[in-house]
Every structure is written in C-alpha cells, then in structure tokens.
C-alpha cells in the first residue's frame, strides 16, 4: 500500500490517498486542540496513543458486528482506513453527565443519566459544532431518516459494546463522540476512537484518563492516555493510585 498524495488536515489527523481509490490513510499527528481551536498544544506521543487505541475498539466493534472505517495498522502513527464521505454530523452518546451537558442543563457532573442520552452537532468549527436535531438534519439534508435511523442504532449498540468491555478494565464510559460516513452505498462509522473524543474515568478514583485533562489544565494527560492503553492492553495500571 502506497502512501500518495496529500489530501486534508484536521486538528488531529493528515488524510493521505493511496494507490486504492477506496482506501486513505490517516496520520495521527501529536496536536492538541480544545475549544474549537483556541487552545492548542503539542503532545509527545499523543498520536501513536491514540492510533492504537483506535485500533483495539475499531477492531472491538467489528468483532461485534459494527462496520467502521478500520482496515489495518500500518506503523505507529497511521492506519488505513476506507474512504468514506462524511456525515457532517457528530453523535453524541452520554452515559453520565459532563462537560457541556452539564453546563447547559445544569445537571451536575457525574450524575447517571437514567436514560442513554444520544446528541447531535453539526460539524462546523466555525459555527462552534452547533447541537442540532432531526428536523435540522432533514432540512439541511445532512442525511436522510433511513440513515439517521441506522446511524442512531449503531451508536446506541457502540455503546453498549464498550460500556462493560471499558468496565472489566476499570474504566468508565461517561460519553464520546462518534462520526459517519458513507461508503459504497454503506453507513460506517469512521473518524477516531480515543481519550480525544471520549470521556474515561477511573471507576474507583474518578480520576479523569482523557482529553479534559487537557482542556482543564490538570498535567498528565498523555501519561492518562497512556494508562487508557495499558489497561485495554490488559497491563497493570501504573499511572492512576488507588
Ligand atoms: N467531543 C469531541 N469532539 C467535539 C465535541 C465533543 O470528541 O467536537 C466529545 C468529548 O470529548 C466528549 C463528548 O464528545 O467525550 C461530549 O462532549 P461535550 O458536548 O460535553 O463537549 P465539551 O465539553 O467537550 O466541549
């Protein structure tokens, strides 16, 4: 597989093509980005982190029947992944209560919702992602509602998937952000999985392992990220006290 042509950069990731038209590869860069781009930062190593832990719950999902955009690893930095065209909307699934869910509801952080709660935001950094619903979706025609509806099940089954596999490693799924695409005529679930854009906290300290310790100013975040992997890894926890 060749790496060609340069094609897009993100805030995390280069997008490069490759001698299959069907095919990218994405490079995980170490930039750190948080509210929409006004703080920024260099993580060492923060890019092969999160390359590989994309790599164990994309392999995790497609061993539970998810289709994703996951096709291999090809070095510490990139993988290949299909070519999707997509949905400019983010799904937000939400177990807990944190960040601006709190914020805009005024629920405390670490309340559990009784119900899962699914959000969606238009991909925009220049609107700020602003949330959006349904009937925005379909005006927009973001996505059609049989796409919607497939979108819907697949993150509520993500869920469901890495909620008990996250546990059994003492970690607790507060929320994440997953993102669509289209692929020969298929809805697949594309972008990254990571402590970038999910929330992880340690089931018996609370201890944040994610991206908020970026956001917040707490230190440790790439030595949290890195505690992520060693537990999914099925090493002992080093990082975390308790
Ligand atoms: N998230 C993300 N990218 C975004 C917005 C949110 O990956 O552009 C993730 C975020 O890391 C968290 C979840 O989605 O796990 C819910 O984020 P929230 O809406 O609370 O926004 P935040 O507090 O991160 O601004």
Same mark, same amino acid.
């Given at each position: 597989m060749k790496k060609g042509e340069f094609m897009y950069e993100g805030k995390a990731k280069k997008i490069f093509h490759t001698d299959d038209p069907s095919l990218v590869l994405v490079e995980f860069k170490d930039d750190a980005t948080a509210f929409d781009g006004v703080k920024k930062d260099r993580l060492e190593d923060k890019g092969v982190l999160n390359n590989r832990i994309s790599e164990i719950f994309f392999s995790l999902l497609e061993e539970n029947g998810i289709e994703t955009h996951? #096709? +291999? +690893? @090809? /070095?510490e930095r990139e993988m290949l992944v299909k070519a999707l065209t997509i949905i400019p909307v983010e799904v937000i699934v939400r177990n807990i209560a944190a960040g601006s869910l709190s914020k805009r @509801? !005024? *629920?405390? #952080?670490g309340t559990v919702m009784k119900k899962t709660v699914l959000e969606f935001s238009l991909k925009d950094d220049e609107l700020h992602d602003p949330m959006i619903n349904h009937y925005h979706i379909y005006a927009m025609e973001l996505a059609a509602p049989e796409e919607m509806a497939e979108i819907e099940k697949a993150a509520l089954r993500v869920n469901e998937i890495m909620v008990p596999y996250l546990r059994d490693k !003492? *970690?607790? @799924?507060v929320d994440f952000k997953l993102e669509f695409g289209r692929h020969q005529g298929r809805i697949v679930l594309g972008d990254e999985i990571s402590p970038d854009t999910c929330r992880f906290w340690? /089931?018996? /300290?609370?201890e944040k392992l994610d991206k908020d310790r970026f956001r917040r100013d707490m230190g440790g975040v790439v030595e949290a990220y890195r505690e992520v992997l060693c537990r999914l890894e099925g090493g002992e926890g080093s990082a975390v006290e308790s």
């Open positions: 996951f #096709e +291999k +690893k @090809l /070095s @509801l !005024g *629920i405390p #952080e !003492g *970690i607790t @799924l340690d /089931s018996s /300290s609370n």
